[in-house]
């Protein structure tokens, strides 16, 4: 407990860095991919385009890992949900960001944590293991790297 009131006290760590300080109501689209906009550019090339979106809508941010996690959660519970309520026996879940052989292979970039020799880190959902998984990717432009929005809504206390 006291190595955690030592990071937390500390505004200045790496963790805490962009994190609001009041809670927020975040919402997001919910799509099998991100914004086709985001895709087969440099972290770089997506911050700024990020930051030419907040000159028009402040309350939008680069979706953050645990808003990430969230939406993954939702997203697979609702696919197979589905799946059971029309009878399906066997199906495979493949909710968003997944990682598979073919074209539709996307992973979701995290511009607002630190990049660690050249790796930006991501995540996506691997299907033949049934898990999410956090990586890391190379910071420059692929098509299969994007970025979610989410809007968030401060919540009044």
């Known amino acids: 407990m006291e ?34 906009d985001t895709f087969n550019k ?3 090339d ?51 960001d997944y990682w598979d052989d073919s074209a539709n292979t996307s992973f979701t970039r995290f511009l607002d944590l630190p990049v660690s020799y050249g790796s930006v880190p991501d995540g996506y959902f691997y299907p033949d293991s049934r898990q999410l998984t956090l990586s890391r990717g190379d910071d420059g432009a692929d098509p299969r790297y994007g970025f979610r929005l989410e809007r968030r809504v401060p919540l009044s206390t």
């Open 42 to 44: 440099s972290r770089a």
């Open 3 to 36: 190595l955690y009131s030592t990071i937390s006290d500390n505004k200045n760590n790496a963790l805490f860095v962009g994190m609001p300080e009041n809670p927020y109501l975040s919402m997001s689209l919910v799509g099998a991919r991100a914004e086709a």
């Open 46 to 96: 997506q911050i700024k385009l990020l930051k030419t979106w907040q000159q028009s809508y402040p309350e939008y941010f680069a979706m953050n890992l645990p808003g990430f996690l969230v939406l993954q959660a939702f997203e697979t519970r609702a696919k197979l949900t589905a799946a059971r309520a029309s009878g399906q026996a066997n199906f495979q879940v493949r909710p968003l």
